[in-house]
């Protein structure tokens, strides 16, 4: 079934680890993006791309990077994790040939805790 | 520069009543805008589209070019509509309001 993955979904770390988001879809999109959400809150883009070997940071500066080797897959990396990273990633992918219905598709999110 | 507004951050509103939900945009260009919305515990998901012209769940939006307003309404409120929406502008990317926290009250 065409769907968008994060894994993990809960993650508790400690101060200084490296960690990887990953995020895969199967919906043959193009752009994908990695936005940033403490609960119930607004979303802020912190990445996007447009294909693969495209990335672009987005309206929030983040510590964090990414990489897209692969049409499906976009995984999110913070070299040395600290509290103020704690929060919730959301992965989403659209399809760019349908500009005029562009409809962002959001995966289940990963909650991150730093201690 | 585009934006989008939502100046409500929270809107509460007994079940049965109306509801809307303010959106505003900043958009040099015909705008593509739509609503998300996040129920508890589930994925931020697509509600409706303007280009669609639908109706959804009861929730209409009408794209009002002299206001520059995108506003979301129901005429009678149920309680599982309690949810956070998200105003959304299409640039080269989506972008985001800040998102309203709907509370239907008993």
């Known amino acids: 079934e065409a769907d968008i993955y994060q894994t993990p979904r809960y993650l508790v770390i400690g101060t200084g680890k490296k960690i990887t988001l990953e995020c895969s879809q199967t919906m043959g999109h193009d752009k994908m993006y990695w936005y940033q959400q403490d609960p119930g809150m607004e979303l802020h883009l912190i990445h996007y791309?447009?294909?693969?070997?495209?990335?672009e940071k987005g309206d929030l500066s983040s510590e964090s990077t990414v990489s897209r080797i692969r049409t499906e897959h976009f995984p999110l990396t913070l070299e040395s994790a600290r509290p103020s990273h704690t929060s919730q990633y959301l992965c989403a992918s659209s399809d760019a040939q349908r500009e005029r219905y562009n409809e962002q598709f959001f995966g289940p999110g990963t909650r991150l805790t730093v201690l | 520069a585009q934006r989008v507004t939502q100046p409500e951050k929270l809107l509460s509103v007994f079940k049965g009543a109306p509801v809307e939900l303010k959106c505003n945009y900043s958009y040099s260009g015909s705008p593509e805008l739509f609503w998300y919305v996040q129920y508890s515990r589930q994925r931020l998901q697509l509600l409706l589209r303007h280009i669609s012209r639908e109706s959804i769940k009861g929730f209409t939006a009408d794209l009002n070019k002299g206001e520059t307003s995108f506003h979301l309404k129901k005429p009678f409120a149920q309680e599982e509509d309690s949810a956070m929406y998200y105003c959304?502008?299409?640039?080269?990317?989506?972008?985001f309001g800040k998102g309203t926290r709907l509370h239907i009250l008993p």
């Open positions: 959304a502008l299409l640039d080269d990317k989506i972008i």
């Open positions: 791309s447009y294909g693969v070997n495209s990335t």
